[in-house]
C-alpha cells in the first residue's frame, strides 16, 4: 500500500487491548492511532502489518463528544500519553471496556464492572520516568536541522513507531518536580563538556539511560547508565548534577559496555555518600525502596489501592497471609498489622532485602520474605512448613501467573484470594482456572495512568460454599 495515500470515511468501530482503535478498509482491518470509537476518520501512514492494516488518524470528519485537544506539544510522537485526545472521564469508560473484553473473551463471570477509580492527579504524577540519551534525533516538523553535532543530540523518549530515533523531551506532564530540574541539570553538563550520546547503530557513545524517581516528598533518587568507563568524565557529570539539585538524595550510576544486557542487572555503584534508598509513605507506613527495586508508579493512586487490599483481606489477627510476588511488601505489609503472620515470595533479591527492611521499619515482627522464584518455592512442601494459607495474595507481572502456581492455590484452598494486576487480559485468564471453586466476589480497576490505556485491577475471589 502507498503510504502517503490519505484513506476517508473509515469509521472506528471498537478498541484493541493495546489502546488502538480499529476499523475497515475493504476487508482489512486497521488499526489506528489517536482515534476513539464512533467516529469517522481520514487515515495516513497505511501500512500492512501481517493479516490487518496499521496507520494513523490524520482527520477526524466526525468526531464524538469525548474528543478534546491534546495539552503536550509532543503528543503524537513520543507514545507516553497516547490518550491525550480522550476528555478524561471518556479515557475512564474506554478503559473500563477494555477490561469488560478481557474478561468476557475468557467467559468470567462477573458482576457490573464498575469505572476505574479515577487517578487523584492527572498530570506529574509518575514516581519513576526512564529517559534515552540518543545520537539519533527526531525532528519536528518545521524545527529545522541543528548543525552542532552535540546540541543535536537528543534526550527523552523513543518515538511511538521507531526505536531508533529518540525525541528530544521540550516539555513532559509525567513526573513532578524535582525530575525536570534534573533533566536539565544533565543536559547542561553533558552539553557544555562535549558527552557523546548513545547511538544504536553504530553502539557507540558515553551516555545511555537517565532514570529519575521522585517521592511524595520532593526527594529523588537518579541513576544513570554509562556506556564508557571514564571516571574523570563520570565524576563530573555526578558531581555537578549533585549540586545543581540538592533534592536528589540517592545518586547512582552503572557502566553497561554490552547494551544487550539490561541495566539492571549490572552493578550499581552510589556516588559518594548517597543514600541507599528512597522512601515513600503510603497509609502511615514507610516503604524504601533501592534503586533496582519496583514501586507502584502512582504513589497517590497506590495508596488507594493498598487500603482497599487491606479492607478487602478484613483480618481478625489469626490468618496466614501468603504474598506472591511480594516485591519490597507493600501489599503483604499493609495487611500485617491483623495478620498472624505474612510470608512473602520475590525472585528479586534487592526487593527482598527491602521488604525485610520496610518491615522492621513499620514495626512488624510477623513478617518472613523469602528469595526465589515463585514456582520454584510456592510448593506443597513449602506450605506444609510455613502453614496453610487463609488468603493469597498475588501481584504477577504482565504476563500473569502460572497454570503450576495457580494449582498450588487452589489446592492450599485459601478462603479468599487477592489478586492485583496490570494486565486485564492475562488477569482474565488466570481467573478462567481460578474461578473453578471460587466466585469474585469484588472487581475494581484503578486509573494509574492517565492518558494512557493502561489499568491496574483488583479483584477478590471468596471460596464457594
Given at each position: 500500500m502507498?503510504?502517503?495515500?490519505?484513506?476517508?470515511?473509515?469509521?472506528?468501530?471498537?478498541?484493541?487491548?493495546?489502546?488502538?482503535?480499529?476499523?475497515?478498509?475493504?476487508?482489512?482491518?486497521?488499526?489506528?492511532?489517536?482515534?476513539?470509537?464512533?467516529?469517522?476518520?481520514?487515515?495516513n501512514?497505511?501500512?500492512?502489518?501481517?493479516?490487518?492494516?496499521?496507520?494513523?488518524?490524520?482527520?477526524?470528519?466526525?468526531?464524538?463528544?469525548?474528543?478534546?485537544?491534546?495539552?503536550?506539544?509532543?503528543?503524537?510522537?513520543?507514545?507516553g500519553?497516547?490518550?491525550?485526545?480522550?476528555e478524561?472521564?471518556?479515557?475512564?469508560?474506554?478503559?473500563?471496556?477494555?477490561?469488560i473484553?478481557?474478561?468476557?473473551?475468557?467467559?468470567?463471570?462477573a458482576?457490573?464492572?464498575?469505572?476505574?477509580?479515577?487517578?487523584?492527579?492527572?498530570?506529574?504524577?509518575?514516581?519513576?520516568?526512564?529517559?534515552?540519551?540518543?545520537?539519533?534525533?527526531?525532528?519536528?516538523?518545521?524545527?529545522?536541522?541543528?548543525?552542532?553535532?552535540?546540541?543535536?543530540?537528543?534526550l527523552?523518549f523513543?518515538?511511538?513507531?521507531n526505536?531508533?530515533?529518540?525525541?528530544?523531551?521540550?516539555?513532559?506532564?509525567?513526573q513532578?518536580?524535582p525530575?525536570?530540574?534534573?533533566?536539565?541539570?544533565?543536559?547542561e553538563?553533558?552539553?557544555r563538556?562535549?558527552?557523546?550520546?548513545?547511538?544504536?547503530?553504530?553502539?557507540?557513545?558515553?551516555?545511555?539511560?537517565l532514570?529519575?524517581?521522585?517521592?511524595?516528598?520532593?526527594?529523588?533518587?537518579?541513576?544513570?547508565?554509562?556506556?564508557?568507563d571514564?571516571?574523570?568524565?563520570?565524576?563530573?557529570?555526578?558531581?555537578?548534577?549533585?549540586?545543581?539539585?540538592?533534592?536528589?538524595?540517592?545518586?547512582?550510576?552503572?557502566?553497561?559496555?554490552?547494551?544487550?544486557?539490561?541495566?539492571q542487572?549490572?552493578?550499581?555503584?552510589?556516588?559518594?555518600?548517597?543514600?541507599?534508598?528512597?522512601?515513600?509513605?503510603?497509609?502511615?507506613?514507610?516503604?524504601?525502596?533501592?534503586p533496582?527495586?519496583?514501586?507502584?508508579?502512582?504513589?497517590?493512586?497506590?495508596?488507594n489501592i493498598?487500603?482497599?487490599?487491606?479492607?478487602?483481606?478484613?483480618?481478625?489477627?489469626?490468618e496466614?497471609?501468603?504474598?506472591?510476588?511480594?516485591g519490597?511488601?507493600?501489599?503483604?505489609?499493609?495487611?500485617?498489622?491483623?495478620?498472624?503472620?505474612?510470608?512473602?515470595?520475590?525472585?528479586?533479591?534487592?526487593?527482598?532485602k527491602?521488604?525485610?527492611?520496610?518491615?522492621?521499619?513499620?514495626?512488624?515482627?510477623?513478617?518472613?520474605?523469602?528469595n526465589g522464584?515463585?514456582?520454584?518455592?510456592?510448593?506443597?512442601?513449602f506450605?506444609?512448613k510455613?502453614?496453610?494459607?487463609?488468603?493469597?495474595?498475588?501481584?504477577?507481572?504482565?504476563?500473569?501467573?502460572?497454570?503450576?502456581?495457580?494449582?498450588?492455590?487452589?489446592?492450599?484452598?485459601?478462603?479468599?484470594?487477592?489478586?492485583?494486576?496490570?494486565?486485564?487480559?492475562s488477569?482474565?485468564?488466570?481467573?478462567?482456572m481460578?474461578?473453578?471453586?471460587y466466585?469474585?466476589?469484588?472487581?475494581?480497576?484503578?486509573?494509574q495512568?492517565?492518558?494512557?490505556?493502561?489499568?491496574?485491577?483488583l479483584?477478590?475471589?471468596?471460596?464457594?460454599?
Amino acid at each position: 500500500m502507498r503510504r502517503n495515500r490519505i484513506y476517508t470515511d473509515i469509521e472506528l468501530i471498537g478498541l484493541h487491548s493495546a489502546g488502538r482503535s480499529f476499523g475497515y478498509i475493504g476487508p482489512k482491518r486497521i488499526y489506528l492511532d489517536f482515534g476513539i470509537p464512533g467516529e469517522r476518520i481520514s487515515a495516513n501512514e497505511v501500512r500492512r502489518e501481517g493479516d490487518y492494516l496499521r496507520g494513523s488518524v490524520c482527520e477526524v470528519t466526525s468526531p464524538v463528544e469525548g474528543r478534546q485537544s491534546p495539552f503536550c506539544k509532543h503528543y503524537g510522537l513520543c507514545g507516553g500519553c497516547e490518550w491525550q485526545h480522550m476528555e478524561y472521564g471518556e479515557q475512564l469508560r474506554w478503559k473500563r471496556q477494555l477490561l469488560i473484553n478481557a474478561l468476557s473473551k475468557y467467559a468470567i463471570p462477573a458482576t457490573e464492572i464498575p469505572l476505574p477509580l479515577p487517578s487523584p492527579e492527572f498530570i506529574n504524577y509518575r514516581q519513576k520516568l526512564e529517559y534515552s540519551f540518543s545520537a539519533r534525533r527526531w525532528y519536528h516538523e518545521g524545527e529545522g536541522r541543528i548543525e552542532d553535532p552535540v546540541r543535536r543530540q537528543a534526550l527523552g523518549f523513543h518515538l511511538i513507531n521507531n526505536p531508533y530515533k529518540v525525541l528530544d523531551i521540550e516539555e513532559c506532564y509525567l513526573q513532578p518536580e524535582p525530575g525536570r530540574k534534573i533533566y536539565e541539570a544533565v543536559k547542561e553538563i553533558s552539553f557544555r563538556e562535549g558527552y557523546s550520546y548513545f547511538d544504536p547503530k553504530e553502539k557507540t557513545g558515553f551516555l545511555q539511560n537517565l532514570i529519575i524517581r521522585v517521592n511524595r516528598k520532593g526527594e529523588a533518587m537518579v541513576i544513570i547508565v554509562f556506556c564508557e568507563d571514564n571516571p574523570l568524565k563520570i565524576k563530573k557529570l555526578l558531581e555537578f548534577i549533585k549540586v545543581s539539585v540538592p533534592e536528589i538524595v540517592s545518586l547512582w550510576y552503572t557502566i553497561l559496555p554490552d547494551i544487550q544486557q539490561s541495566w539492571q542487572d549490572q552493578e550499581l555503584i552510589p556516588y559518594t555518600e548517597s543514600q541507599p534508598y528512597l522512601e515513600e509513605l503510603a497509609n502511615g507506613l514507610s516503604f524504601r525502596m533501592s534503586p533496582g527495586s519496583f514501586y507502584q508508579p502512582n504513589p497517590a493512586q497506590a495508596e488507594n489501592i493498598f487500603s482497599s487490599v487491606r479492607k478487602l483481606a478484613d483480618l481478625k489477627g489469626n490468618e496466614t497471609v501468603y504474598d506472591l510476588y511480594s516485591g519490597i511488601g507493600t501489599l503483604g505489609l499493609s495487611v500485617a498489622g491483623k495478620a498472624k503472620q505474612v510470608i512473602g515470595i520475590e525472585g528479586s533479591h534487592s526487593a527482598v532485602k527491602d521488604a525485610e527492611m520496610n518491615a522492621k521499619l513499620n514495626g512488624f515482627s510477623n513478617c518472613y520474605f523469602v528469595n526465589g522464584d515463585v514456582l520454584g518455592t510456592f510448593t506443597s512442601e513449602f506450605i506444609e512448613k510455613h502453614g496453610k494459607p487463609d488468603l493469597v495474595i498475588l501481584d504477577p507481572p504482565r504476563s500473569g501467573t502460572l497454570i503450576e502456581i495457580k494449582k498450588t492455590i487452589l489446592a492450599a484452598s485459601p478462603q479468599k484470594i487477592i489478586y492485583l494486576s496490570c494486565n486485564p487480559l492475562s488477569l482474565a485468564f488466570d481467573l478462567k482456572m481460578l474461578t473453578q471453586g471460587y466466585e469474585i466476589t469484588y472487581i475494581q480497576a484503578f486509573d494509574q495512568f492517565p492518558h494512557t490505556h493502561h489499568l491496574e485491577t483488583l479483584v477478590m475471589l471468596e471460596g464457594q460454599t
